[in-house]
């Protein structure tokens, strides 16, 4: 068995019809590793708040790892007026929360949706806006701890994801 390098291994380069959008994460490292999962996922465009860390930021860019020039984002101002002009232009939003209606992610259909955002919540309050999702979903965890970092979160939901739309 061989160990391969980045130099041996030729992905599928793939867009997918997800959007995420990041609400108000303030912790850069979360920032930079936002666009480095969602690069290797195939997102198509990353919403960040304007009270989050810059992409100019030396953390969000040295977590990144240069993902922050390969894929679209765009800063916003209010949570509300994003959400349902994302709405509005088709998207199915998403909530990657723990709530009392939250659906296991393996039990959530994506392939049903046309164009997907997913949401994440800041790390101490998550999402803001709850009400405004059209759906919530949960990941099942086993142990003590009933959460995870928001990225890693993120990382579950987006492999199921896109491992669904890949079936479909």
């Given at each position: 068995?061989?160990?391969?390098?980045?130099?041996?291994?030729e992905?599928?380069?793939?867009?997918f019809?997800?959007?995420?959008?990041?609400?108000?994460?303030?912790?850069?490292?979360?920032?930079?590793?936002?666009?480095?999962?969602?690069?290797?996922?195939?997102?198509?465009?990353?919403?960040?708040?304007?009270?989050?860390?810059?992409?100019?930021?030396?953390?969000?860019?040295?977590?990144?790892?240069?993902?922050?020039?390969?894929?679209e984002?765009?800063?916003?101002?209010?949570?509300?007026?994003?959400?349902?002009?994302?709405?509005?232009?088709?998207?199915?939003?998403?909530?990657?929360?723990?709530?009392?209606?939250?659906?296991?992610?393996?039990?959530?259909?994506?392939?049903?949706?046309?164009?997907?955002?997913?949401?994440?919540?800041?790390?101490?309050?998550?999402?803001?806006?709850?009400?405004?999702?059209?759906?919530?979903?949960?990941?099942?965890?086993?142990?003590?701890?009933?959460?995870?970092n928001?990225?890693?979160?993120?990382?579950?939901?987006?492999?199921?994801?896109?491992?669904?739309?890949?079936?479909?």
């Amino acid at each position: 068995m061989k160990q391969l390098t980045h130099y041996d291994i030729e992905n599928k380069q793939q867009k997918f019809p997800i959007t995420i959008v990041c609400d108000a994460i303030r912790t850069p490292e979360n920032i930079g590793m936002c666009f480095r999962i969602s690069e290797s996922f195939g997102v198509e465009k990353i919403f960040l708040h304007e009270n989050s860390p810059s992409i100019e930021n030396r953390n969000v860019k040295r977590t990144a790892r240069n993902t922050d020039t390969q894929i679209e984002h765009e800063i916003y101002t209010d949570f509300d007026l994003l959400i349902n002009k994302l709405k509005e232009e088709g998207n199915t939003i998403i909530g990657i929360e723990i709530a009392d209606e939250s659906i296991r992610i393996q039990d959530f259909d994506f392939t049903t949706k046309e164009k997907i955002v997913l949401l994440l919540g800041s790390e101490r309050n998550g999402i803001e806006n709850i009400n405004l999702a059209d759906a919530t979903i949960a990941i099942p965890m086993y142990g003590r701890n009933s959460s995870m970092n928001v990225i890693h979160s993120l990382s579950i939901a987006l492999y199921e994801t896109t491992n669904q739309l890949n079936k479909k």
